[in-house]
């Protein structure tokens, strides 16, 4: 995997933006190509709109300006609030992400925060002025196992009750299925397979989704060696002919190498012109009808995580 093989959204039952497609963003105020709008209409759509949480918050805050000042200064720009008001308000964001004596914190520069502290802080920046979509990038990877269970708990929370929608960017399978509710996978930069998340867990269609699940480890597990993906990840300015995963793929056949496989519902072999969670869609020529062999995957779902509706394959 040289790549974030998977782009995950918690879809929320509001109208806000919620979809990323090609370049084109749903938002509030109407659509928006955000490969092609200008500077100014991307100025405001950042933070305001759609707002990031970076992977490494040691990096994502600037280690010269207060954690307060830091969100303070989003809010002022965004929010249209003067200093007191914004002053306030990124209080209110620290404390809602669970930083103890919030208003004393506020005045700390970065390095007197520990590593998921400066992670909370980096969440409030993004919170703090209301956007409809967080982009989160690897949130966790920078943190150890207590503090990921943290942050992952708060998106979950933040996710719940707040009025916005995460895109989570991660090679986490787990966190994948812990936190999200639908899924798309990523292979050199294009998506190659999209459900809902108990969908892609119980029944993969796209067999690099299969080689991912293959790869976890899990307790319990008595094989001696996990399996791989073989190969590595194409030269993305030199992507292989047709379907980009042909040279890894146990089931390429000569019409891989000549043709790219588009995005279509597993069901009806149909192109989909919108993205939608309910329509499980894949990128391999099986599902248009192209294959002479086919593919059959062989899907093991243990007992155990069936029952408590969890791990699967
Ligand atoms: S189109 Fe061919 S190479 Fe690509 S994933 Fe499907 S079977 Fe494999």
Redesign the pocket.
């Known amino acids: 995997m040289g790549s974030d093989p998977g782009a995950t959204v918690r879809d929320q039952p509001t109208e806000v933006a919620t979809d990323l497609h090609d370049g084109s963003l749903h938002v509030e105020a109407g659509h928006v190509d955000v490969l092609d709008a200008p500077d100014e209409a991307m100025q405001e759509l950042r933070g305001a709109e759609i707002a990031m949480i970076f992977q490494d918050p040691h990096t994502a805050l600037n280690p010269v300006y207060t954690v307060g000042e830091q969100i303070a200064e989003a809010i002022r720009k965004h929010l249209d609030m003067g200093d007191e008001a914004a002053r306030e308000r990124a209080i209110e964001m620290l404390d809602r992400v669970g930083i103890p004596d919030a208003e004393e914190r506020y005045s700390d520069y970065p390095h007197e925060f520990s590593g998921g502290m400066q992670q909370r802080a980096v969440i409030a920046i993004a919170l703090s002025c209301d956007p409809s979509l967080i982009v989160a990038d690897e949130p966790t990877t920078a943190l150890d196992v207590t503090i990921e269970a943290q942050i992952l708990d708060l998106l979950k929370e933040l996710s719940a009750e707040e009025d916005v929608a995460i895109q989570l960017i991660t090679h986490d399978l787990g966190v994948v299925a812990e936190l999200c509710d639908s899924v798309m996978v990523m292979y050199a930069g294009k998506p190659?397979e999209r459900s809902s998340v108990e969908e892609l867990y119980y029944d993969p269609k796209?067999?690099?989704t299969v080689g991912l699940m293959s790869s976890i480890p899990r307790i319990g597990d008595d094989r001696d060696r996990l399996e791989t993906v073989p190969g590595t990840m194409p030269d993305l300015v030199q992507l292989p002919s047709?379907?980009s995963?042909?040279p890894r793929?146990p089931?390429?056949?000569d019409?891989?190498i000549q043709h790219k496989?588009p995005l279509v519902d597993t069901e009806t072999g149909e192109p989909i012109e919108e993205p939608d969670a309910d329509i499980h869609t894949a990128?391999?020529?099986?599902y248009t009808g192209d294959?002479q062999d086919g593919?059959e995957f062989d899907v093991q779902i243990r007992e155990d995580a069936a029952a408590d509706g969890g791990e699967s394959v």
């Open positions: 190659v796209h067999p690099y047709g379907c995963f042909h793929c089931y390429a056949e019409a891989c496989p990128a391999c020529l099986e294959l593919v």
